[in-house]
């Protein structure tokens, strides 16, 4: 199946080719080829669009919420009608199974369905006063944002920031990863198709510097909105207090989970084996630290074990294929050295521990008696690696899981109910799923603590972060 996408930017309105000639290539990762060239934005193509965004931002902010709903809406059935074209064009890209790539498309489309609607209860409040006063709080658009997503899922990431900011009244201009240019110049085609004036949402591929220290230095840009690893994250918080520009951080984690004996095991495992591989473990909140009580520890692994061995990996497109290959050439000489490091450190390989015949594959790998000096027990793995330790009691466990300064998502297996209520008040983490993975949707809040970044996205929250408080008093 040939790839699809035509890979262009989209500036104030008009798909552009990218005027200074330069071009990146952009790798299938299952078979290590090049498959497109993307185009890069020059310095002039950049403030060109800074200068629409800033110009778009009064009209749209004014515009009556119905009809930026239904920009939104159609933006949404867009991405509906052409989902099987997206998924495919992902899957290519990116590496993920095609079934996990048409799953993205649908999120992705829920989200700009659920702002189209949420920002209609952009509500305020008035403040009691004496009569013939009045003090009131409303929620304004902070103004031109830039947002900054990662490859991992190029889709449901972007959605999530562009949809929020359009619906709270913001421009935008983004800039995706060069992994996976094909999906968001796909987004944003929808975008333009339903309707978005020119200048409002706005897509700039480029290099990566210019592109984040470009847009940062302007005072147009009034948010910035990053998804990535930690150390990058700081990078541009830097970058940010120079102009006191407002951030959301969506950063790293090394999500732990705590398995309890009470737990109904082959129901359990069957649930953590799956998650731990989706899109080959490149997920920000992947089940990767698993704590398990002494007394089911043994079989624990076991299962775990047999059920890593059949997981088949090969072409994301393949019928059959539940894995597929790492994102770039960069992911599976990481996750070797991590491996390689805690088996010399004394942790037994339990299932696969070797990359995989071409492109950039990883089998997917269960390490057991895995000690806190190795470094995979310190560092996000962000791959197909499950490291595994028995513990013994309640405060032990709870220790290990915030043992380290990342707080994004950790998860829990009890029957136990105040056991289980604990969990949700001790766990240092911005999210926590008990006997479920399912801790992201369109009205949820999804964001960190410590380490793994501030803010939420997705739910109320996430408009609220695109928008500032203005108090309002009258006598």
Known sequence: MGYEADLKLFIDGSWRAGENGDRHQVINPATGGTIAELPLASPAEIDEALAASERAWPEWR???????????????????????????????????????????????????????????????????????????????????????????????????????????????????????????????????????????????????????????ASRVIRKVSFTGSTGVGKHLMRLCADSMTRVTMELGGHAPVLIFDDCDLEKTLDMVVPQKFRNAGQVCVSPTRFYVQRGIYDAFIRGFAERTQKVKIGNGLEEGTRMGPLANSRRPDAIETLVQDAKAKGARVMAGGERGNGGFFFQPTLLADVPDEAEIMNEEPFGPVAVSRPFDTFEEVIEQANRLPYGLAAFAFTENGRRANLIGDLVESGMVGINTFAISGADTPFGGVKDSGFGSEGGKEGLESYQVVKAIHQA
Request: glycine content about 8%; some cysteine.
């Open 62 to 216: 004014a515009m009556d919420v119905e009809k930026r709903a239904a920009i939104l809406h159609k933006t949404a059935a867009l991405l509906r009608q052409r989902a099987e074209h997206i998924a495919t064009i992902m899957t290519q890209e990116q590496g993920k199974i095609i079934a996990e790539s048409r799953a993205e498309v649908a999120g992705s489309a829920q989200l700009f369905d659920f702002y189209a609607e949420e920002q209609k209860r952009n509500y305020g409040r008035v403040l009691v006063r004496p009569a013939g006063q009045r003090s009131i709080v409303v929620h304004q658009p902070v103004g031109p944002t830039a947002t900054f997503t990662p490859w991992n899922f190029p889709l449901y990431l972007l959605a999530k920031k562009v949809s929020a900011a359009l619906a709270a009244g913001c421009t935008v201009i983004s800039r995706p990863p060069h992994e996976t240019p094909g999906v968001g110049t796909e987004m944003f085609r929808a975008l333009g198709d339903a309707g978005i004036p020119a200048g409002v949402a706005q897509l700039v591929h480029g290099d990566s510097r210019l592109v984040s220290e470009t847009l940062i």
